[in-house]
């Protein structure tokens, strides 16, 4: 068995190269844009949606909501899986409590 020889330089070339495109490759962007307008009931069908959805592994509610909307209910919404913001009061209080969170669903 002969060793191998390995580039550092040249691996961290690459790696370092442009990182958005690797990103982009690996992932698909799943966005969810709910004019400022809308309404508590449409705001929570697109978290319903982004929760059931299987090709979504996790996904973050933009924060600040425009005035008209409470954040808390929304928050409250998402699914404790999905909650790649960790800001679900669950997922919140566990990240205080330095106790393991949210962890995104696999995407097969």
């Keep these: 068995m002969s060793a191998t ?6 691996v961290q070339r690459e790696i370092f190269e442009d990182p958005c495109a690797r990103v982009r490759e690996i992932f ?12 508590r009931a449409r705001l ?13 592994p996790g996904f ?12 808390g209910p929304v928050l409250e919404r998402v699914d404790l ?12 209080g566990r990240l205080l409590l330095g106790e ?3 962890r995104a669903k696999s995407v097969r």
């Design 44 to 56: 929570e069908a697109v978290v319903d949606e982004l929760n059931a959805d299987p090709a979504c």
């Design 5 to 10: 020889i390995l580039d550092g330089k040249a």
């Design 28 to 39: 698909e962007d799943l966005r969810a844009r709910v004019a400022a307008q809308t309404t």
């Design 60 to 71: 973050i509610v933009q924060l600040p909501l425009p005035g008209h909307l409470d954040a």
């Design 81 to 92: 899986a999905t909650d790649a913001g960790g800001l679900h009061p669950v997922n919140l």
């Design 100 to 102: 393991p969170g949210p």
